[in-house]
């Protein structure tokens, strides 16, 4: 046992929030309670164990604790009288409810995809990460009233609607984990478009975290790959608070160790037959990574994941893989005739086969239009950076 | 939990379907209605025959909105949680056929 008693508590909050929470809900079916009933076990362990000591099996005393929360909390409402009752008497000593793990079933609760898409982000990680709505709120530029207000609305939803807290079934797990999935990479896009490391951080040990409750679905390991691999190059994707485009960046930089899981990953999804989109986008996050890359075969997956997605977004970045393999002309072609209208990255991309062409005021033009469309500040140093040097 | 399936169609739905269709259809929603889940179930007569109740007594011919789907008819279930809800809303022929079903839990009192 190492550290101080508060760093413990620490610990064990990041170890063991998700699963206390679940086995609430388990317990008495109401995230509501069971997120304020958890979160109540917490306080009273960073009250309690600088004075009492560490408890031997802290989960066990966490999930004991909250779930004697829970019967008060429902006691204090009249109107949980029925479910209290099914709630006593208490459950016995002799259960080792340790043990307990929902956590699947809490990950598809709260991913349903009966709840709006960005309630099922925000009430993801504040069940399931343990991020405050204060967090959440800062994260998604909306004041904490407004996400207080959209994580209320949604554990209304998910307890008048009936929303199962379970597993879905084999036919369902298909459709029902392409929703939890895409919910993990939106956490994870959203810290990794403004150089967020806590949230893609989160998103990772989300992913890690269904990864092993899902040992079975290789989809999983593939979407864990790809975040691995993106992040490997986070700090080596800033320079004097300019993005560097992937070809610039400093590859010392990059963190080598999780380059490597990332690629032991992916190579364990493939090898278990994943050929979905996260695979073949881990696959193509892979090729950039090695020196030189190889552009026929990004090309080739490119090919493969815009047959599979039909993405106008993935054609552009096909169309940049066309412009290594096959000039900036026949990229530029591609480019101009896809229907992506405001979207910021079709016009950094425009101007950067143009200027590639000697097209300046074409290129000069292109990028003021992605300028205008620019959201973050790294993004718009870089775009000032290639204008003035054209 | 008790839920109404709320059906709505498109007016047009049944247009250019022969007798077969129509009847393998309705042997579709009977079968629903056989679901040991089912309560109850109505089907409404066509949008046209309505008529409409505003305050001060206006009465108008028709539905009372001029909308792209009908409500066309319901089921009222009693189902574990909404997964079983939606499983039964997804055999409705009105979602193959355009429309759409709302599932709505019923106030328990």
Request: proline content about 5%.
């Given at each position: 046992m190492?550290?101080s008693?508060?760093?413990?508590?620490?610990?064990?909050?990041?170890a063991e929030?998700?699963?206390?929470?679940a086995?609430?809900?388990?317990?008495c079916?109401d995230?509501?309670?069971?997120?304020?009933a958890?979160?109540?076990?917490?306080?009273?362990?960073a009250r309690r164990?600088?004075?009492?000591?560490?408890p031997?099996?802290?989960?066990?005393?966490?999930?004991?604790?909250?779930r004697?929360?829970a019967?008060?909390?429902?006691?204090r409402?009249?109107?949980?009288t029925?479910?209290l009752?099914a709630?006593e008497?208490p459950?016995?000593?002799?259960?080792?409810v340790?043990?307990?793990?929902d956590?699947?079933?809490?990950?598809?609760?709260?991913?349903h995809?009966?709840l709006?898409?960005?309630a099922?982000v925000?009430?993801?990680?504040?069940?399931?990460?343990g991020?405050?709505?204060?967090?959440?709120?800062?994260?998604?530029?909306?004041?904490?009233?407004?996400?207080k207000?959209?994580?209320?609305?949604?554990r209304?939803?998910?307890r008048d609607?009936?929303?199962?807290?379970r597993?879905p079934?084999?036919?369902?797990?298909?459709?029902?984990l392409?929703?939890?999935?895409?919910?993990?990479?939106l956490?994870?896009?959203?810290?990794?478009?403004?150089?967020?490391?806590?949230l893609a951080?989160?998103?990772?040990?989300?992913?890690?975290?269904?990864?092993g409750?899902?040992?079975?679905?290789?989809?999983?390991?593939?979407?864990?790959?790809l975040?691995?691999?993106?992040?490997?190059?986070?700090?080596?994707?800033m320079?004097?608070?300019?993005l560097?485009?992937l070809?610039?960046?400093?590859?010392?930089?990059?963190?080598?160790?999780q380059?490597?899981?990332?690629?032991a990953?992916?190579d364990r999804a493939?090898?278990r037959?994943?050929?979905?989109?996260?695979?073949?986008?881990?696959?193509?996050a892979?090729?950039q990574?090695?020196?030189?890359?190889?552009?026929?075969?990004?090309?080739?997956?490119?090919?493969?994941?815009?047959a599979?997605?039909?993405?106008?977004v993935v054609?552009?970045?096909r169309?940049v893989?066309?412009a290594?393999?096959?000039g900036p002309a026949a990229?530029?072609?591609i480019?101009?005739?896809?229907e992506l209208?405001?979207?910021r990255?079709?016009?950094?991309?425009?101007?950067e086969l143009?200027r590639?062409l000697?097209d300046?005021?074409?290129?000069?033009?292109?990028?003021?239009?992605?300028?205008a469309?620019?959201?973050?500040?790294?993004?718009r140093?870089?775009?000032?950076?290639?204008?003035?040097?054209? | 939990?008790r839920?109404?399936?709320?059906?709505?169609e498109?007016?047009?739905a049944?247009?250019?379907?022969d007798?077969?269709q129509?009847?393998?259809i309705t042997?579709?929603?009977?079968?629903?209605?056989?679901?040991e889940?089912?309560l109850s179930?109505?089907?409404?007569?066509?949008?046209?025959?309505?008529?409409t109740?505003?305050?001060?007594?206006?009465?108008?011919d028709?539905?009372?909105a001029?909308?792209?789907?009908v409500?066309?008819?319901?089921?009222?279930v009693?189902?574990?949680d909404?997964d079983?809800?939606?499983?039964l809303?997804?055999?409705?022929?009105?979602?193959?056929?355009?429309?759409?079903?709302?599932?709505?839990?019923?106030?328990?009192?």
């Amino acid at each position: 046992m190492t550290g101080s008693v508060p760093d413990r508590v620490e610990e064990t909050f990041r170890a063991e929030w998700s699963r206390v929470v679940a086995a609430l809900v388990g317990f008495c079916g109401d995230l509501h309670v069971a997120e304020d009933a958890a979160q109540e076990a917490f306080a009273a362990a960073a009250r309690r164990w600088p004075v009492d000591g560490v408890p031997d099996v802290p989960r066990a005393w966490l999930i004991t604790t909250a779930r004697n929360g829970a019967v008060d909390l429902l006691r204090r409402e009249r109107r949980h009288t029925e479910k209290l009752r099914a709630l006593e008497p208490p459950p016995p000593e002799a259960e080792d409810v340790s043990d307990i793990d929902d956590r699947l079933e809490l990950v598809f609760l709260c991913c349903h995809p009966a709840l709006a898409p960005e309630a099922r982000v925000a009430l993801t990680l504040r069940a399931v990460g343990g991020l405050t709505t204060a967090e959440i709120a800062r994260a998604f530029l909306v004041s904490e009233d407004t996400m207080k207000r959209r994580l209320t609305r949604a554990r209304t939803k998910i307890r008048d609607a009936g929303i199962p807290f379970r597993v879905p079934d084999e036919a369902l797990l298909p459709e029902r984990l392409d929703t939890v999935l895409a919910v993990l990479y939106l956490i994870f896009n959203q810290g990794w478009g403004d150089g967020r490391a806590d949230l893609a951080a989160e998103a990772i040990r989300l992913v890690a975290l269904l990864d092993g409750l899902l040992p079975a679905q290789p989809r999983v390991t593939a979407l864990h790959a790809l975040m691995l691999l993106h992040d490997s190059r986070r700090a080596a994707r800033m320079r004097n608070g300019m993005l560097v485009p992937l070809a610039e960046q400093d590859r010392d930089r990059w963190d080598s160790a999780q380059l490597a899981a990332g690629r032991a990953l992916l190579d364990r999804a493939i090898a278990r037959g994943a050929r979905d989109p996260y695979t073949l986008q881990a696959a193509i996050a892979e090729l950039q990574t090695e020196d030189p890359v190889d552009w026929v075969e990004v090309r080739r997956l490119y090919d493969a994941l815009l047959a599979a997605t039909g993405s106008a977004v993935v054609a552009l970045n096909r169309a940049v893989a066309v412009a290594e393999t096959g000039g900036p002309a026949a990229a530029l072609a591609i480019v101009d005739g896809l229907e992506l209208g405001d979207y910021r990255y079709l016009h950094s991309t425009r101007a950067e086969l143009l200027r590639r062409l000697g097209d300046r005021d074409g290129a000069r033009a292109a990028y003021d239009r992605a300028l205008a469309l620019a959201t973050t500040g790294p993004e718009r140093r870089f775009l000032e950076h290639r204008r003035a040097g054209l | 939990m008790r839920y109404a399936l709320l059906i709505n169609e498109l007016p047009d739905a049944y247009a250019g379907l022969d007798d077969a269709q129509l009847a393998a259809i309705t042997a579709e929603y009977v079968a629903i209605r056989r679901d040991e889940r089912v309560l109850s179930g109505e089907r409404l007569r066509p949008a046209s025959t309505a008529t409409t109740l505003r305050a001060g007594g206006l009465l108008t011919d028709g539905p009372f909105a001029d909308t792209k789907e009908v409500f066309g008819g319901f089921f009222l279930v009693e189902a574990p949680d909404l997964d079983s809800a939606l499983e039964l809303a997804a055999r409705m022929p009105a979602v193959r056929l355009g429309g759409s079903v709302e599932i709505r839990p019923l106030v328990e009192l």
